[in-house]
């Protein structure tokens, strides 16, 4: 292929763009770069396998650590499973592509992304994101694009297009805008309680750069001389097409009209009448043309059933205003939250009930070592609030396999994450690490958004002091023709056969997570405004059902959790708390039981669940790192009695010796004669030798200097 470049301007900042160059055997590739970001995107088709009955798009986003100037950690030192971050971004790259290939396309398609070059400033995922539409393009397979993404930053009053890491984390919003020539076909966004016209603009200021990149790709696809490449659908038999939807559509119609509010009940019934009519063709003679169609295409029968439970769920909904539980178009399902349902030992937890979705949610909170350490290419090298979702088989009432958590598992645990995170408390106030895991018990509709409800009252059980609920919702959207309806709190079936799964999570204030996914080829800025609006007042009375089950955060703690004391320490001593080989922190721990976390600033994090424990290893630091001065006086404890002198500990793991010339006024013959081990003695701090060793004295002492050493030493 010919090699070209070009270039596209964004406020100074360019992305360009070279094809030809690079993987010269995929089907399509490009490079594109930003800064000295540059990511290699490769797309390849291959034939169909026998038997598949969906698209199987494999999206791969690979980080390679050279990328950064970097050697990977590890005993391989070299990459292995991929970080939860490049995860997320193959998520972020799959969702607006595979909307966009046509439903009946089944051919084997794989797409990676490589970032090869990282520049800091710029993050790689959304160039990722309209490489994939370029590589697709390029590798001529049939695609309802081109595509791009953008992401929106604010900076101060002003949105700005792909904003540099530093600006995303100043700023209020970090949103990733995508697109087709029909319209927005993907948000991913977090924002600090962003009003929802604010989120509106900067959605349709994204869709007018993302329209300057399709444009971009057009011009591409001349100069190569490549045409968007039509293929057609495969044809289904009529005669057996007739057959099924004769036998279908009316009980298929009476089942949906009973607006059954179980997902089971309703299910079971459809599967019966799927069941009859493949009893019916397989009653019917070998040679009959609607047995010969059917054991021609095995998934004929299904694929129909699905057709026609799709049109009259739809057209339910478009005539009637009618949902297929009965509900009006923006009710939401009743919901019903509890807290503590589980023993104390829990940090704090709670039950949230929506419909027949439920999630269990459980906070747990860890001291500062207990941060998530990140070895990936992005800047962020910690993570102190983490939200892990699971969704066990029997929540669907199905039997399979329990295995590791997959991509879906990663990215609903992330988006409650993103969700949560605005109304955190900042380190310096509370210095926990915390951790909420939702177990989601029944799935029928928006788990994800459930698992943000279940982890605001969890926070809120365990004694996080959060700045503000935070609730969600899923919008969903029925289109056919020009005729569109938006629908609230959408449950699976909805989705299942919908156009549109829209979530939108945050305070009475404002936005602070939104995750759009489409399943046609995009949006007008009118609907998605619409959704967004129509989202508010759902969420809004969930939030009211939420905070009938818990108003604040607890101001207690769990008697389990563990007790933080912070204090500061001059950075110069960290060395002396760790000790030679860790051997003074150790020793600390072995006496104390408390844990201690010491960051590189020279903040001390001292943890325990006994408070008294906590405060005794505080003490010992505090001792240790103190600045004596000579002629200090302090209440000690001999601890061991050598020829000539005592040892005295007067602070907590700070210890010094009397000289035998200093415990009395006169001469002493022998030390034991003055003190023993175990006595409680008052000291003054003769002086600190070059060496650092401390030398004591009992003389001089004023009697008000010794009551105040007792004094102090009894308040410790």
Known sequence: MEEIEKSISFDGRDIRLKIGLLAPQAGGAVLIQSEETAVLVAATRAEAREGIDFLPLLVDYEERMYAAGRIP???????????????????????????????WLRDDIQVVATTLSLDERVPPDVLAVTGASIAVLLAQIPFNGPMAAVRVGLVGDDFVINPTYKEIEEGDLDLV??????????VEAGANQLPEQDMIEAIDFGYEAVRDLIQAQREIL?????????????????????????????PIKEILGRFEKDKHVRDAALDEVKESVKVAIEALPDDDPVKVAASADEKALSNIFKEVTKFLMRRQVIEDGVRVDGRKLDEVRPISCKTGILPPRVHGNALFNRGQ???????????????QELDDLHPDE???????????????????????????????????????????????????????????????????????????????????????????????????????????????IEDFLGDMDFKVAGTESGITALQLDMKINGLPMDVIAKAIQ????????????????????????????????????????????????????????????????????????????????????????????????????????????????????????KEGMIHISQLADYRVGKVEDEVSVGDEVIVKVREIDSRGRINLTRLGIHPDEAAAAREAAALK
Do not use: W
Request: neutral net charge; contains cysteine.
């Open 222 to 250: 001349a100069e190569l001389g490549i045409e968007l490449v039509q293929e057609a659908p495969p044809e289904v038999d009529k005669t057996l097409e007739n057959f099924i939807r004769d036998r279908v559509t009316a």
């Open 382 to 492: 910690q993570k102190r609030y983490l939200h892990h979702y699971n969704m066990p088989p029997y929540s669907v009432g199905e039997t399979k396999p329990m295995r590791s958590p997959g991509r879906r598992e990663i990215g609903h645990g992330a988006l409650a994450e993103r969700a949560l995170i605005p109304v955190l408390p900042p380190k310096e106030e509370f210095p926990y690490v915390i951790r909420v895991v939702s177990e989601v018990l029944s799935s029928n509709g928006s788990t994800s958004m459930g698992s943000v409800c279940g982890s605001t009252l969890a926070l809120m059980d365990a004694g996080v002091p959060i700045t503000k609920p935070v609730s969600g919702a899923a919008m969903g959207l029925i289109k056919e023709g020009e005729e569109i309806r938006i629908l609230t709190d959408i449950q699976g």
């Open 534 to 653: 129509q989202a508010k007042p759902a969420r809004l009375h969930i939030l009211s059902k939420m905070l009938e089950a818990i108003n604040k955060p607890r101001t207690e703690l769990s008697p389990y959790a563990p007790r933080l004391m912070t204090i500061k320490i001059d950075p110069e001593l960290i060395g002396m708390i760790i000790g030679p080989g860790g051997k003074t922190i150790k020793g600390i721990t072995e006496e104390t039981g408390a844990k201690i976390d010491i960051e590189d600033d020279g903040t001390v994090t001292i943890s325990a669940v006994d408070g008294d424990k906590a405060k005794r290893a505080k003490g010992i630091i505090q001792g240790m790192t103190r600045k004596l001065n000579a002629g200090d006086v302090y209440a000690g404890r001999v601890t061991r009695i050598i020829p000539i002198g005592a040892f005295v500990e007067f602070l907590p793991g």
């Open 73 to 103: 950690g590890g005993f391989l030192r070299r990459e292995g499973r991929p970080p939860e971050k490049a995860v997320l971004i193959s998520r972020l790259i799959d969702r607006p592509l595979r909307p966009l290939f046509p439903s």
């Open 357 to 371: 979705t439920q999630v269990l949610s459980v906070a747990t909170l860890g001291t500062p070592g207990d941060a």
């Open 177 to 186: 805008v995508a697109g087709s020539p029909e319209g927005v076909i993907m």
